[in-house]
């Protein structure tokens, strides 16, 4: 069974970091293309980063920038999204999802495979 199990979200106060994982089973991810997902309650899913399936490039949303560092350990299977400096519009379900196509797949209906996503809230 082809699965994506997340990992890593929590309560976290603004300005601190917290690391989600994305742990695939069933299938390797190393040829994928991997993104994070997040939508907020009352809003729209949107894409905050992903890494290329074809030559590891990464790209970010602009609210992320700087802040957020997607990689990949292949040894583990495994995608991380690393998160620095929280702030409260930050506080969303995240979900990573994996998708065949090369380059950056920054829209929803490029994804083939999601996760069951993860609760991030940012609040003091």
């Known amino acids: 069974q082809l699965q994506l199990v997340e990992s890593g979200g929590g309560l976290v106060q603004p300005g601190g970091s917290l690391r989600l994982s994305c742990a695939a089973s069933?299938?390797?991810?190393?040829?994928?293309?991997i993104g994070w997902f997040r939508q907020a309650p009352g809003r729209e899913r949107e894409v905050v980063s992903c890494?290329?399936?074809?030559?590891?490039?990464?790209y970010y949303a602009d609210f992320v920038k700087g802040r957020f560092t997607i990689s990949r350990d292949n040894a583990k299977n495994t995608v991380y999204l690393q998160m620095n400096s929280l702030k409260p519009e930050d506080t969303a379900v995240y979900t990573c999802?994996?998708?065949?196509?090369?380059?950056?797949?920054?829209?929803?209906?490029?994804?083939?495979?999601w996760g069951q996503g993860t609760q991030v809230t940012v609040s003091s």
């Open positions: 999802a994996a998708g065949e196509g090369g380059g950056w797949l920054v829209n929803d209906y490029e994804y083939d495979y």
């Open positions: 890494i290329a399936g074809d030559d590891d490039s990464t």
């Open positions: 069933g299938f390797t991810l190393d040829y994928y293309g």
